[in-house]
């Protein structure tokens, strides 16, 4: 099946530093991903979406100049918390479609990003 | 507006049957997800219904009624190991995916 390789797993950084999440499509093409935050104990908040060569598509509320996404092949997405605080520790899932019959959802294993 | 609507926490015991309902009403209608998520980690998928219906897959099954705008998982022969969160997620008219809030489902020996 359809699989998302999300790296790194875990990440601690000081506030103020930048932090780079990568998410690749191992067997299939994701021309469209779609990065959620999930803070403790809530469901998944919809950040952005990115289309392969094209800019993000950032939700309401969501700052797109602190939250950098490259969609620049068929294959990679990356998410950079810039100039990360504590308040942007969460845990933050990219998600691909894969264009098979049902349109399914494909889910990164997660980053779970502490700023100290 | 578009939402969906679960229970936020359900118990149920160890080796029994449990139901967890999902109401949802959005802009069109492509489909309805069920995900598994266990704590700390990713979603999981579990089911997709697109037509009225039980959709049978092991020990889970998921129903769709779009004319009502409501789905079930159905969990049966519970095991401790199906302690999770387990959310809801329709796909509207864009196909993007409105989430649920998520039932956490606590399994007792």
């Known amino acids: 099946g359809a699989v998302v390789s999300q790296h790194p797993s875990r990440v601690i950084c000081k506030s103020g530093t930048s932090v780079k999440i990568e998410c690749r499509s191992l067997d299939f093409q994701a021309t469209t991903m779609f990065w959620y935050r999930q803070f403790p104990k809530q469901s998944l908040m919809l950040m952005a979406t990115s289309n392969e060569g094209s800019k993000a598509t950032y939700e309401q509320g969501v700052e797109k100049d602190k939250f950098l996404i490259n969609h620049a092949s068929l294959t990679l997405s990356t998410l950079t918390v810039t100039s990360a605080h504590p308040e942007d520790s969460s845990f933050y899932i990219c998600s691909a479609r894969e264009l098979s019959g049902n349109y399914g959802y494909t889910f990164g294993s997660g980053t779970r990003l502490t700023v100290v | ?109």
């Open chain 2, 1 to 109: 507006g578009q939402n969906i609507d679960q229970p936020t926490e359900m118990t149920a015991t160890e080796g029994a049957i449990v139901q967890i309902n999902c109401t949802y009403q959005t802009s069109g209608f492509n489909g309805l997800f069920w995900y598994q998520q266990h704590a700390g980690e990713a979603p999981t998928f579990l089911s997709y219904n697109v037509l009225d219906g039980l959709e049978e897959k092991g020990r889970f099954s998921s129903f769709l009624s779009r004319s009502k705008g409501y789905s079930y998982l159905l969990l049966k022969e519970l095991q401790m190991k199906d302690s999770a969160s387990y959310l809801c997620a329709a796909l509207d008219s864009n196909y993007q995916l409105i989430w649920g809030a998520g039932t956490k489902l606590i399994i007792k020996p």
